[in-house]
């Protein structure tokens, strides 16, 4: 593939070369790398009255140059990159359709993609704080390394002047802690959702992730689909390999915010608090409470959950949540497959409901 830069009085022709890790801008005189799975340089895509792509601004180093290239390459071009290279210009391409939830760091709402009316799903983060930059940029490297059915697979990521932007492909359904404000779920779809929840973080510890914020807010649910997504991996560790070096290859970190961000992402993983808010969700979809701060902070430190384990009244829930509250002690025993476990007590309680 071809494409032209303007220098000057002159127009310079490079060829393009998409790679696994890089893309490659190249002539006899000069040559370009734009670094995959970066935030370093910024692209901002420019369309004609036809809605084709025909060229891109690149800043980096605080200059800005631009390519132009005929608009089937710019399609090409802007799928290849899409959740690998931030861009700059989310107004040119997307419009606010519906909020969804105001967080501390932002909101969630749902957008409209300017151009052919496709809605997807946006997290919208203020600027102005380290830890939040570093969340932002956590989260964008946790989505570009997993995938999975029940994780939002990324589209896009923006850089603007006062806030960044994740988007995701569109996230069905509605959070599980408005939903039951207004819903009940019946056994089966509990059930279900703690089976695909499970799942989840069974996976994530495979990849060596712990999602370190599972709670209600983080998990979509669309009863129709019968099907979750979760949400929210800015605050995740990691000890993979694979992902740090991910980090190390975003070359737009000084030295000190790649030590910063490797302290933020590989310190305390632990798989034990990812089991253990998937025992209080379960505990918050039979009972429908919410368990509060406060709450949490006794079971931390008392282990007064079981106080609250006596409000559920079937006695295989009950060993079973308290089985995700002490995996610590599974652990050591060797003893861990918690998705088969939930699925022998599936079927226990199905043989119970034909007598």
């Known amino acids: 593939m071809i494409c032209y830069k303007k220098k000057f009085f002159s127009i310079q022709k490079y060829h393009i070369f998409m790679l696994k890790d890089e893309i490659q801008f190249s002539n006899d005189q000069h040559s370009l790398v734009i670094q995959l799975n970066s935030f370093e340089p910024k692209i901002m895509w420019i369309k004609n009255d036809n809605s084709d792509i025909i060229s891109f601004e690149l800043s980096m180093n605080k200059k800005k140059s631009i390519y132009k290239f005929v608009p089937h390459i710019g399609k090409l071009l802007k799928e290849f990159m899409n959740g690998k290279v931030c861009f700059k210009g989310i107004n040119n391409h997307y419009k606010i359709a519906q909020f969804i939830q105001k967080r501390n760091y932002g909101s969630i709402v749902r957008m409209r993609n300017i151009y052919n009316e496709e809605l997807v799903t946006c997290k919208i983060i203020k600027q102005g704080r380290a830890e939040i930059e570093q969340v932002f940029r956590n989260e964008v490297m946790a989505l570009q390394f997993l995938k999975h059915k029940n994780i939002p697979k990324l589209r896009e990521y923006y850089i603007e002047t006062h806030h960044n932007y994740i988007i995701y492909e569109f996230i069905e359904g509605a959070s599980l802690d408005n939903y039951i404000k207004k819903n009940i ?130 006695q295989n829930v009950s060993k079973f949540i308290m089985k995700l509250l002490n995996f610590s002690n599974i652990q050591c025993q060797g003893k861990q497959n918690l998705v088969q476990d939930l699925d022998e007590l599936i079927l226990q309680e199905q043989d119970i409901e034909k007598f």
């Open 185 to 314: 779920l019946n056994k089966a779809q509990i059930f279900k959702i703690m089976k695909d929840l499970l799942s989840v973080v069974e996976y994530l510890h495979k990849e060596e992730f712990s999602h370190q914020n599972i709670k209600l807010e983080n998990i979509y649910y669309c009863s129709m689909l019968d099907q979750i997504t979760l949400i929210d991996f800015g605050q995740q560790k990691t000890n993979s390999i694979n992902s740090l070096r991910q980090i190390q290859s975003m070359n737009s970190l000084s030295t000190k915010d790649y030590i910063d961000l490797n302290s933020f992402t590989s310190r305390e993983f632990s798989m034990e608090k990812d089991y253990v808010d998937c025992g209080i969700i379960f505990y918050e979809l039979i009972t429908r409470k919410i368990v509060a701060n406060q709450d949490l902070v006794n079971l931390d430190e008392n282990r007064q959950f079981h106080q609250l384990l006596n409000e559920i009244h079937n």
